[in-house]
């Protein structure tokens, strides 16, 4: 792909691990739920393998961690609400942006570019957070993981998009940091960026084969 945006109407941006490094707040809250239930906090670095998927999954694969077998389904309700009253309590203590975000998306929303979020968090916490880091404005669209019956990979919420905003799949883009993220955009028709500093269960993000890897979100503009 010579210019990732040449032709380009749409961009659809995945959200943990890709405009925001949100692991801290996400892994505190999960620490906090598992001695909730009684069991070990798991700490940063394994959360930051397990994200990517939602927030069910995420507990599911804390609670097998730490008990050395699949959790019961009891105990795993209990441990995500636990999760999700912790993660809404601290949403934002200390997730960050990372650099040049804001800037690439006040350039691609002054080209007048239709920016989206696709995430697989629960919808409750999108805008929460987008509204403390002062990235809400730029969004025509934000889709959580509990939103549409389908999450990424499968290709629902960026059809969703494509079909909403009446565009194109081939002139739309994907951006994000997991093979969920890539996946997703090719089922959908969708062209594909990577970044490869964020959360892809501690894969190199190439081996989806991305359209584009770019080190940063600058190098999109
Ligand atoms: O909450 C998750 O599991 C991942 O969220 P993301 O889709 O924004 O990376
Ligand atoms: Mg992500």
Known sequence: MGDALEGVLLVAFDLDGTLIDSVPDLAAA?????????????????VRDWVGNGAWVLLERALT???????SEVLLKTAHERFLEHYHRRPCDRTRLYPGVTE??????????????????????????????????????????????????D????????????????YCLMVGDSRHDVAAGKAAGFRTVAVPYGYNHGEPISLSEPDLVVESLEQLV
């Not at 999960?30 to 394994?46: F, M, N, Q, T």
Request: glycine fraction near 8%.
């Open 30 to 46: 999960v620490d906090a739920a598992l001695i909730d239930v009684e069991l070990a906090p798991a700490g940063e670095a394994r």
């Open 65 to 71: 961690d730490a008990l050395g077998e699949a959790p």
């Open 104 to 153: 690439t998306l006040k350039r691609l929303f002054g080209r007048g570019l239709i920016l989206c979020l696709v995430t697989n968090k629960p919808e409750a916490f999108i805008h929460p957070i987008l509204e403390h880091l002062g990235i809400d404005g730029f969004f025509s669209a934000c889709l959580g993981g509990d939103t549409l019956p389908r999450r990424k990979p």
């Open 155 to 170: 290709p629902m919420p960026l059809r969703h998009l494509s079909q909403q905003f009446d565009v194109c799949p081939s």
